[in-house]
């Protein structure tokens, strides 16, 4: 995209992703074979050259973004939730009381990491040598990772989409750019929608499968294929027994194949159409119908190869996603730029403290 389209006032900014699945593989192909030899110790540098190579692939008003994240970093949040996990798992075994207070100790420092990690995120990403930044306060942690998840819990899930709905317009709503904060006005009942959906899809998509499943059986029991001996089932008849079994799981992988892209299209339209930065505002319209395509190619692709392929898959998928969305700025966005540069060179850096783990993988 040429300056002068980027100067043009108010002009619709199209997000642009230009990796390509046979230099992304190289680079996957080498942070997997590392990862291994190192028994994962590799994997906190291999997040960070992915990382990277995704965000500098990244365009929008021609320029990329980019991660500044450090590995060791990486690799202290990483020690820090195996160490987590390990507790979770090993405390029950000893004692229950112990295993009870693990998992009240991991409910009550959970939502600090996530915070934190939220911030080194952020605080490791740019666009135009200017970093983002994440605003949220603790207390707003403790509602979103614990008091929220507790609610549903308790509801039977009645409140997951308005849990969602929260999760979201927190993160957003502390998110900044600069000095400029992001918005956030989706509203609840949006987020109900998506997942009544999703139920729907689900529903229809499981009916389906089971009507397919019953004629399977009805038609081996047709064909003699179960005996009824006294000595139990026949090795045949456990070969037909496993074969149903494996039908019935891999339609169930199936089905997810059409639940997933259908909330993740929904749900990143209906999150970045109702997120704004300041007085720009951003545009999302991936097709459910198309990334439902993506996933489903995909996960043939990567069957047949072996899971070769999943670096080319994910290249499709984050073409897919990325190249719907667009920004939508109010003026010059160059003026805008310079503008944070401004304000951040004034005020200063305005993150308090150093972030220095990242726990998300």
């Avoid at 699945?21 to 990862?35: D, T």
């Avoid at 729907?200 to 004629?215: D, K, R």
């Avoid at 496993?242 to 169930?252: D, E, I, L, R, Y």
Wanted: aromatic share 14%.
């Amino acid at each position: 995209m040429t300056q002068a389209v980027v100067n043009q006032g108010g002009s619709v900014q199209q997000f642009q992703f230009t990796g390509a699945g046979g230099e992304y593989f190289r680079i996957w192909i080498v942070n997997l074979a590392l990862s291994v030899i190192t028994l994962g110790i590799y994997s906190a540098w291999a997040k960070v050259r992915r990382l990277r190579y995704f965000y500098r692939n990244t365009a929008v008003a021609g320029a990329s973004f980019d991660y500044h994240g450090d590995p060791v970093a990486i690799l202290k949040g990483r020690m820090i939730a195996l160490v987590l996990v390990l507790v979770y798992n090993v405390a029950p075994s000893i004692n229950p009381i112990l295993g009870l207070v693990a998992v009240v100790a991991l409910g009550v420092v959970m939502p600090w990491l996530l915070l934190r990690s939220l911030k080194f995120r952020l605080h490791n990403t740019s666009y135009r040598g200017l970093r983002f930044a994440f605003h949220g306060a603790t207390g707003g942690a403790y509602r979103v990772f614990l008091l929220w998840p507790v609610l549903t819990f308790i509801t039977a899930y009645l409140l997951g989409p308005l849990w969602h709905q929260r999760f979201k317009s927190w993160q957003h709503s502390h998110s900044a750019f600069g000095a400029t904060r992001a918005s956030f006005d989706a509203k609840a009942g949006s987020f109900y929608g998506v997942y009544l959906g999703a139920l729907l899809l689900f529903v229809a998509v499981a009916a389906v499968t089971g009507a397919a499943l019953i004629m399977i059986v009805l038609q081996l029991q047709a064909l003699g294929m179960f005996s009824h001996s006294a000595g139990g089932p026949s090795p045949h008849d456990l070969r037909k027994i496993v074969f149903v079994g494996f039908f019935a799981f891999a339609m169930m992988i199936f089905m997810s194949l059409f639940v997933w892209p259908y909330v993740t299209a929904r749900i990143q339209n209906l999150v970045w159409n109702h997120t704004s930065l300041g007085p720009h505002r951003f545009r999302s319209a991936v097709s459910a119908r198309r990334l439902t395509w993506v996933a489903l190619s995909n996960f043939f692709l990567i069957a047949l190869t072996l899971g070769l392929y999943k670096p080319f898959a994910d290249i499709r998928l984050a073409r897919c996603r990325l190249e719907t969305m667009a920004l939508l700025p109010v003026g010059s966005l160059d003026e805008f730029i310079a503008a944070e540069g401004m304000n951040v060179a004034a005020v200063g850096d305005a993150v308090g403290e150093f972030f220095d783990f990242d726990i998300a993988l």
